[in-house]
């Protein structure tokens, strides 16, 4: 209904025709009908227009009608007041005021009864790119964050608090605004960030909107493109859209050194294998920076504004995929800037800026930006989120934006924790704890966005409730996270975690697609964390299949398939094992799936011959239901008591009963046709 | 939850062995013995899965199930196959009589 419900909303709002524009004017055509009537009933009791409503309320619960009716209704209004009302009342989820003869009331009504979609009808458009979010493997809007403002942004919503994932995620956003903005200086990349940001400009107030909602991919998508597009502008316009644009620009500003990096989020994501290579000069995370952009846009989202050095540490994170350990340094340092300059926000763009830039250079220790990438890399595939010692507190924030990353990263995390505690205590102590919860928050709240994906989920949740425990418990999952992703540990880590996340990923193998977006998006440090996770998860399958070397990856995949072999099943697994646990009603262990297929293959060839013996008694060649019942007869089915066709209906399906017992249908006829 | 069990499936088991024709609708006879017959073994099955206090069915159960019943099961069968060649023996030594 809900589905139904948008895109009534937005069929309303004359978006983009969903399907259920069909099914919708056929619902709402029926609603009309009932409408129709009941506006001619009520046309009289207009007055009692609230009895009516009430009544009507129960009684109208299409809500598709709602969309169609809404455009009946419009005409019907211009005819009659009353019909307005009616529709009004069909409608009206809420009330139906009695606006009679307003067809916009009416409409009002209706869209609002509509299940109070206002929101919806707005963002109709948003609503579409967000769907559509998920799938676009590339992140589009992917905000670059400089380290700084990454860690501005984590700041803010560490301030913020736990609490407010979405507000986190929102505060994020306005971080990134600010802090994007401020950014905007001196990014070579602007140039490539504008053209990404355009993209997210426009994508961004409606996916900011819808964001939250969905993916973070789709969130960071808009919010990355905005913030490209603030880059040039330095402007914090709307907030949402700056949060994406500012951080999509910080990005790029922070990755002034990454030509390509911080582009535009988006293209981080699609170009981060490119854009790595370009910006990878100073940092070598090639692989990470995707994921470190899709972590960065994330990031971004949840940090906003400020964290130019997050930004920055998006940067590095995807730049470094293998420094991890000049990484964690960096990200302490950019933590500390982004700590600073989070506190600054908005004030210095120039400074903001600065810093980032400053970050820049610091790249490869950027935690964050590890941890972004980490994070992008968990959430896709659960990938190896390995601690990033300083990321980790960031991305935990990030986390609770990545959270269909995180999840993954917090399968791994939670794994990698023990190990990665130790560094991302370091990292932790620049970052401090304030800037922890926000990111985590913000980070959920970007992440859930990019993934969707339940493992992430679950990861991110898993590192929102660590975050906002406290920077130390929230730096270790995070950490634990990105350390995983980003450590020298992390190697170890990311191996198994990529294993793991291979195995996550593999599955997710479509997630990961979106997952190296989301991993863009995840701010830099969570980028850094994934820097080896990210590896793997970015372009998943590629990435997997990297860090795995691939037996993991290929674990999936099974030899090729054996020649159907005619003997071997004597009926297919899934049918007889379903089968049996029905008629057992009690579990049945799957491993009996062989011994009953022996026992099958048995069964039939005495079936066979018995049955051969039967037709031959019978002088016929062929056999024929009837020696079917003899045999059922003899076996004890069926008795005098029980004929045939009552076993018949007991098991058969209905397609099949209808072939084997003569139904009478009018005409005289009966089906099957009766030989005799 | 009835479904639909492949009847090319049975077929081809039916005819394994033999070359002997199958009629049209016997195939879904066949089907019918064989859920009835599933059901019988699953029944037993689970009885001696209770019997071993195990909530789940295992292979042991099935197997040893399966043993007595298709014994069992075939038994009567091959007695009355028995019977009647015996019989159809019987009446070809006597020239169909």
Same mark, same amino acid.
């Given at each position: 209904m809900c589905v139904s419900e948008t895109e009534a909303s937005l069929l309303m709002s004359g978006q983009p025709a969903l399907q259920e524009s069909e099914p919708n004017p056929a619902e709402s055509s029926a609603g009309e009908r009932t409408e129709g009537l009941s506006g001619v009933e009520l046309s009289d009791l207009t007055l009692h227009t609230e009895p009516l409503t009430h009544v009507v309320r129960g009684l109208s619960r299409k809500k598709p009608q709602h969309v169609f009716s809404v455009s009946a209704f419009e005409e019907q209004f211009d005819q +009659?007041?009353?019909?307005?009302?009616?529709?009004?009342?069909?409608? =009206?989820? %809420?009330?139906?005021?009695?606006?009679?003869?307003?067809?916009?009331?009416?409409?009002?009504?209706?869209?609002?009864?509509?299940?109070?979609?206002? !929101?919806?009808?707005?963002?109709?458009? &948003?609503?579409?790119?967000?769907?559509?979010?998920?799938?676009?493997?590339?992140?589009?809007?992917?905000?670059?964050?400089?380290?700084?403002?990454?860690?501005?942004?984590?700041?803010r919503c560490l301030e913020q608090c736990p609490n407010?994932?979405?507000?986190?995620?929102?505060? %994020?956003?306005?971080?990134?605004?600010?802090?994007?903005?401020?950014?905007?200086?001196?990014?070579?990349?602007?140039?490539?960030?504008?053209?990404q940001s355009k993209k997210d400009d426009t994508m961004g107030p409606s996916a900011e909107k819808e964001r939250e909602h969905e993916l973070e991919k789709a969130r960071d998508i808009p919010v990355s493109e905005p913030l490209i597009q603030e880059e040039k502008d330095h402007e914090m316009e709307s907030q949402d859209e700056e949060e994406v644009v500012p951080s999509s620009q910080e990005d790029v500003y922070l990755r002034a050194e990454d030509d390509i990096v911080l582009a535009p989020t988006q293209a981080m994501?699609?170009?981060? *294998?490119?854009? =790595?290579?370009?910006?990878?000069?100073?940092?070598? #995370?090639?692989?990470?920076?995707?994921?470190?952009? &899709?972590?960065?846009?994330?990031?971004?989202?949840?940090?906003?504004?400020?964290?130019?050095?997050?930004?920055?540490?998006?940067?590095? @994170?995807?730049?470094?995929?293998?420094?991890?350990?000049?990484?964690?340094?960096?990200?302490?340092?950019?933590?500390?800037?982004n700590a600073e300059e989070f506190e600054d926000k908005n004030a210095e763009e120039v400074e903001d800026e600065e810093v980032v830039e400053a970050? !820049?250079?610091?790249?490869?220790?950027?935690?964050?930006?590890?941890?972004?990438?980490?994070?992008?890399?968990?959430?896709?595939?659960?990938?190896?989120?390995?601690?990033?010692?300083?990321?980790?507190?960031?991305?935990?924030?990030? %986390?609770?934006?990545?959270?269909?990353?995180?999840?993954?990263?917090?399968?791994?995390?939670?794994?990698?924790?023990?190990? +990665?505690?130790?560094?991302?205590?370091?990292?932790?102590?620049?970052?401090?704890?304030?800037?922890?919860?926000?990111? =985590?928050?913000?980070?959920?709240?970007s992440t859930p966005e990019q993934r969707s994906q339940q493992h992430e989920a679950s990861l991110a949740e898993?590192?929102? *409730?660590?975050?906002?425990?406290d920077d130390d418990a929230q730096e270790e999952p995070n950490q634990s996270e990105e350390e995983e992703l980003m450590d020298s540990e992390p190697a170890n880590h990311s191996p198994e975690f990529p294993q793991e996340e291979e195995e996550e990923e593999e599955d997710d193998d479509d997630d990961d697609a979106l997952s190296a977006e989301l991993s863009m998006k995840t701010p830099a440090f969570v980028r850094q964390k994934r820097v080896f996770a990210s590896r793997t998860a970015q372009t998943t399958p590629t990435v997997l299949k990297e860090v795995n070397s691939g037996p993991a990856p290929q674990v999936a995949?099974?030899? *090729?398939?054996?020649?159907?072999?005619?003997?071997?099943?004597?009926?297919?697994?899934?049918?007889?094992?379903?089968?049996?646990? =029905? #008629?057992?009603?009690?579990?049945?262990?799957?491993?009996?799936? *062989?011994?009953? @297929?022996?026992?099958?293959?048995?069964?039939?060839?005495? !079936?066979?011959?018995? +049955?051969?013996a039967y037709a031959a008694h019978a002088k016929r060649k062929t056999i024929e239901v009837e020696d079917f019942e003899l045999l059922m007869r003899r076996q004890g089915f069926v008795t005098d008591t029980t004929p045939v066709n009552i076993l018949i209906e007991k098991y058969l399906p209905m397609e099949y009963r209808k072939l084997l017992i003569p139904v009478a249908t009018s005409g005289n006829k009966v089906i099957p046709k009766q030989r005799r | 939850m009835s479904k639909k069990a492949p009847r090319a499936a049975l077929k081809l088991h039916m005819k394994k062995n033999t070359n002997i024709r199958i009629g049209k609708n016997a195939d879904?006879?066949?089907?019918?013995? +064989?859920?009835?017959?599933?059901?019988?073994?699953?029944?037993?099955?689970?009885?001696?899965?209770?019997?071993?206090?195990?909530?789940?069915?295992?292979?042991?159960?099935?197997?040893?199930?399966?043993?007595?019943s298709h014994d069992g099961l075939s038994q009567l069968n091959m007695l009355g196959i028995t019977c009647f060649t015996e019989f159809r023996r019987r009446l070809v030594q006597h020239g169909r009589l």
């Amino acid at each position: 209904m809900c589905v139904s419900e948008t895109e009534a909303s937005l069929l309303m709002s004359g978006q983009p025709a969903l399907q259920e524009s069909e099914p919708n004017p056929a619902e709402s055509s029926a609603g009309e009908r009932t409408e129709g009537l009941s506006g001619v009933e009520l046309s009289d009791l207009t007055l009692h227009t609230e009895p009516l409503t009430h009544v009507v309320r129960g009684l109208s619960r299409k809500k598709p009608q709602h969309v169609f009716s809404v455009s009946a209704f419009e005409e019907q209004f211009d005819q +009659l007041p009353d019909n307005t009302e009616d529709t009004s009342h069909v409608f =009206h989820k %809420g009330d139906v005021s009695q606006a009679k003869g307003d067809s916009s009331q009416d409409l009002d009504v209706s869209s609002g009864s509509k299940s109070g979609l206002n !929101l919806t009808l707005k963002t109709p458009f &948003v609503e579409k790119r967000i769907e559509r979010a998920g799938l676009q493997r590339k992140v589009s809007n992917r905000r670059l964050q400089s380290v700084d403002a990454f860690d501005e942004a984590v700041q803010r919503c560490l301030e913020q608090c736990p609490n407010q994932d979405q507000s986190v995620f929102q505060d %994020g956003k306005t971080l990134e605004d600010s802090s994007w903005q401020k950014f905007t200086l001196g990014l070579s990349d602007v140039t490539e960030l504008y053209v990404q940001s355009k993209k997210d400009d426009t994508m961004g107030p409606s996916a900011e909107k819808e964001r939250e909602h969905e993916l973070e991919k789709a969130r960071d998508i808009p919010v990355s493109e905005p913030l490209i597009q603030e880059e040039k502008d330095h402007e914090m316009e709307s907030q949402d859209e700056e949060e994406v644009v500012p951080s999509s620009q910080e990005d790029v500003y922070l990755r002034a050194e990454d030509d390509i990096v911080l582009a535009p989020t988006q293209a981080m994501t699609e170009s981060l *294998p490119e854009s =790595h290579d370009v910006e990878l000069q100073d940092r070598e #995370f090639v692989e990470e920076v995707e994921i470190g952009n &899709v972590v960065e846009i994330e990031y971004e989202n949840v940090v906003e504004t400020e964290d130019q050095e997050v930004v920055e540490i998006e940067d590095e @994170n995807a730049e470094e995929v293998g420094d991890e350990e000049v990484e964690d340094e960096n990200a302490e340092e950019v933590e500390n800037e982004n700590a600073e300059e989070f506190e600054d926000k908005n004030a210095e763009e120039v400074e903001d800026e600065e810093v980032v830039e400053a970050d !820049l250079e610091y790249n490869d220790t950027s935690q964050y930006p590890e941890r972004i990438t980490r994070r992008a890399h968990r959430s896709e595939g659960g990938g190896a989120v390995l601690g990033i010692p300083g990321t980790t507190r960031v991305t935990k924030s990030f %986390g609770a934006g990545l959270n269909p990353r995180e999840k993954d990263l917090l399968d791994f995390v939670d794994e990698g924790r023990e190990s +990665l505690q130790d560094i991302p205590d370091e990292e932790r102590e620049p970052l401090g704890s304030p800037e922890f919860p926000q990111l =985590h928050p913000a980070a959920e709240l970007s992440t859930p966005e990019q993934r969707s994906q339940q493992h992430e989920a679950s990861l991110a949740e898993e590192d929102v *409730p660590e975050l906002a425990e406290d920077d130390d418990a929230q730096e270790e999952p995070n950490q634990s996270e990105e350390e995983e992703l980003m450590d020298s540990e992390p190697a170890n880590h990311s191996p198994e975690f990529p294993q793991e996340e291979e195995e996550e990923e593999e599955d997710d193998d479509d997630d990961d697609a979106l997952s190296a977006e989301l991993s863009m998006k995840t701010p830099a440090f969570v980028r850094q964390k994934r820097v080896f996770a990210s590896r793997t998860a970015q372009t998943t399958p590629t990435v997997l299949k990297e860090v795995n070397s691939g037996p993991a990856p290929q674990v999936a995949k099974r030899a *090729p398939r054996q020649k159907r072999q005619t003997g071997v099943d004597v009926l297919p697994k899934s049918y007889v094992m379903s089968v049996f646990k =029905h #008629f057992a009603k009690t579990k049945v262990a799957s491993d009996v799936y *062989p011994a009953i @297929n022996e026992i099958l293959k048995k069964y039939f060839e005495r !079936l066979a011959d018995d +049955l051969e013996a039967y037709a031959a008694h019978a002088k016929r060649k062929t056999i024929e239901v009837e020696d079917f019942e003899l045999l059922m007869r003899r076996q004890g089915f069926v008795t005098d008591t029980t004929p045939v066709n009552i076993l018949i209906e007991k098991y058969l399906p209905m397609e099949y009963r209808k072939l084997l017992i003569p139904v009478a249908t009018s005409g005289n006829k009966v089906i099957p046709k009766q030989r005799r | 939850m009835s479904k639909k069990a492949p009847r090319a499936a049975l077929k081809l088991h039916m005819k394994k062995n033999t070359n002997i024709r199958i009629g049209k609708n016997a195939d879904l006879m066949a089907q019918l013995n +064989l859920l009835v017959v599933l059901h019988r073994l699953a029944e037993e099955s689970r009885v001696k899965a209770f019997e071993e206090k195990s909530a789940t069915i295992k292979v042991h159960h099935v197997r040893a199930v399966a043993k007595r019943s298709h014994d069992g099961l075939s038994q009567l069968n091959m007695l009355g196959i028995t019977c009647f060649t015996e019989f159809r023996r019987r009446l070809v030594q006597h020239g169909r009589l």
